[in-house]
């Protein structure tokens, strides 16, 4: 009887060895890191295409400008005075979609791929900022469009607004060549000054980055539409 128990002891510190010997050859050691880049890809595409854990980029996008719209049409019933009353769009990820050069270039920024893809005017409308702009149409509203892309892409630009149902505009602001190393928020604060020295009330602005946001003078109300692409600062 001793000897049996013995024995079963003995096994259970063989096992125990064995786990021990067996987990100390499984051990890793994992540095603290920034968070790797090839898995953020993946994330961001699976964010894109609306699967995996971190939701939907089209309904984030659509709730979003379902605020934006609710805020023109409060901005318009409150507007007893009569002012000329203004929303400001910026174009790239808030009125046009860049998302089949952003996958194709990896999400990386080449200018030449860039620049050609601008070129072609072929980028589709953002599904929601297009309901917006319209609403401000109806309710007769001027839209003011605010971009950084350059001044020599106005033509390729304006045939893209137009292609997928910007139709009209009061303004379409592209950065001059005097501009083209102005920060972000400075050039499209003057911008925005602009519209106010000539006698707008800028009702709600709408834009991917806080840069489109920030500075003086700043909208009634400001959306910003999510964008975990790229960031300009």
Not at 83 to 106: F, G, P, Q
Not at 117 to 132: H, M, N, Y
Request: proline share 4%.
């Amino acid at each position: 009887m001793n000897i049996a128990r013995w024995g079963a002891r003995g096994s259970a510190c063989l096992l125990s060895l064995v786990l021990a010997a067996t987990a100390a050859a499984q051990s890793i050691s994992v540095p603290r890191e920034l968070p790797n880049l090839g898995k953020l890809r993946l994330e961001l595409e699976a964010y894109h295409d609306c699967r995996g854990p971190h939701g939907c980029y089209a309904h984030d996008l659509n709730d979003e400008t379902a605020i934006a719209i609710a805020e023109l049409q409060r901005a318009v019933r409150m507007n007893r005075g009569g002012a000329k009353l203004a929303v400001v769009l910026d174009i790239d990820e808030t009125s046009l979609s860049n998302y089949t050069e952003l996958l194709r270039s990896d999400f990386g920024y080449n200018a030449q791929a860039w620049n050609q893809w601008v070129g072609e005017a072929d980028a589709p409308a953002i599904p929601g900022t297009l309901r917006f702009y319209r609403e401000a149409e109806k309710l007769g509203v001027a839209v003011f469009f605010i971009t950084g892309r350059p001044e020599s892409a106005r033509a390729a630009t304006e045939a893209n607004l137009r292609r997928v149902g910007y139709t009209q505009w009061a303004g379409l602001t592209l950065r001059s060549a005097d501009e083209a190393n102005a920060p972000t928020t400075a050039y499209k604060s003057a911008a925005r000054q602009r519209i106010v020295e000539a006698g707008y009330r800028i009702a709600v602005n709408v834009g991917d980055q806080m840069s489109d946001l920030r500075g003086t003078p700043q909208a009634e109300f400001s959306v910003k539409l999510s964008d975990p692409f790229y960031y300009i600062p």
